[in-house]
């Protein structure tokens, strides 16, 4: 009974044992509806921040890429504006102090010397006597900081650069004391009035750019006036010649007298001119350079117009390139103008264009100046014109805004004579020459001097020089004016021309 006790009651705790647990297995509905509910709030809260939460990740990851592409930007800026070449006159004339100067604290003795005048000043104050009814006192300096010289960061100050002339400087002024020669033909005039001035050779060649009413046409006359005055050869091609501007009332007839031939301005006499230039006298001096003979004095072919002879003549950015290539060695030079020298507009390749060494820019197209000058960046060209010019020149290796001298009538009747009223010609005595100067007055020009013939053409030099090559005058007239038969007309009418020339120079 005992053993029979003890197994009845061991079963009675397993199964209370067995219920109990069984019981504590089966889940509490309302708290798997509440542990459903969290679980489902705390998903639908997920979802509603997962956008925010990619564009916090992305807008972080951007900042991080974006900090050192920023620094690398102001880096590569930094170095590029300590590298540009500062070209932008201001309104005195002057050109800005170059940066370099500015980072090494050079500037620093300008500063010193503004504050060693003031102090100056001051102490002159202090010892003047101040009338005060009956009593003289001496007033008290003003207490200023004193700075020693050695301070560190200071130098001595440098005195302020001259600015540019004001107003108009006419070429008569300077030809007062100084005339032109080969070896000096002024350009222009810069700080403090002192005048640039290159041999007649360190012009090759001379480009002249700038919109209409720059001042192109003044410093062609400034230009053709002092080398015909020098005695070089000059030739003119301008399809918008006239010997008296009845507009700005400027006078070409004292540099067309002296003119090596008649001023071309048809079509084709500019044509006959470009050819004989090219096909002719250029290997003419070659030759004579080849063999060792000197090719003659300067000659300069100033073109004006360019553009539009470039679109008349088909062959003329030809004959130009070849100009520009060789002739530099053998004394011809071309003082060429337009308002733009793109090479769209100029014809030639952009490497011909770079032969212009002299360059006056009076604004108008930024890619010419840039060309021409040899700067980078932008160039301001708002007070451009009317005197003021950049040049680069064996003078002004750097562009340096310069003023142009006035071309004025009677400058021009000064250096070569008035055309018409035989003004006699004011030679500059030897005494009054500079020192150690080789400069040469120009000769002086009597009245009938100045009444001789207009100059000969392109034309006529060219018959001559074939002739001087041994064509017959069916040759030449083959040759020029392309007339092949020996019959008709337009060969008898040619051949007379050319057979009027040759007898003239006979």
Partial sequence: MRYLAIFALALVLGGGVFLLTRSSDQPDPLAYQQRLWEQQQQQARQTALEPFQRASTAAWYLFVAAVPLVALGFAVDAWIQRRRPLVYPNAQGQLPVPRAVVDSGELAGAMLAALQQFHRTQQMAAVQPRVDKLSITAKEPAAFPQIPLNAPGLTTAQPEAPALPTGTVDLADLTVNWRPSVQSITLAVGAGGQPYRVHAKDLCHVALAGATGGGKSNIMRLLLAQLVSAGAHVVLADPHYTPLDAESGDDWRPIAQRLHMAPA????????????????????????????????????????????????????????????????KVGIFIIGAAQDFLVKTIGGAGAVRDCYRTSY???????????????????????????????????????????????????????????????????????????????????QVDAEALQRPTPHTAEAERVLALFRQGLDVAGVVREIYGVTSKQGRTYQERSAEVQAVLRGAL
């Fill in 265 to 328: 301005v048809k079509a084709s006499d500019i044509q006959h001119m470009l050819a004989w230039l090219a096909a002719d006298e250029l290997p003419r001096r070659l030759e004579l350079r080849h063999n060792g003979q000197p090719v003659g004095v300067p000659l300069f072919f100033a073109v004006d117009e360019l553009p539009s002879i470039v679109k008349d003549i088909p062959e003329a950015p030809e004959h130009m390139g070849r100009l520009l290539r060789e002739a530099r």
């Fill in 361 to 443: 820019y009076v604004g108008g197209d930024a890619q010419t100046a840039r060309v021409l000058l040899d700067v980078q960046g932008r160039v301001d060209d708002g007070q451009l014109g009317q005197g003021l010019a950049l040049l680069r020149s064996k003078a002004t290796p750097q562009a340096s805004l310069v003023r142009v001298p006035l071309a004025s009538n009677q400058a021009i009747y000064g250096l070569l004579g008035d055309a018409h009223q035989d003004a006699a010609i004011n030679v500059m005595p030897a005494d009054k020459r500079p020192d150690g100067s080789q400069m040469v007055a120009s000769p």
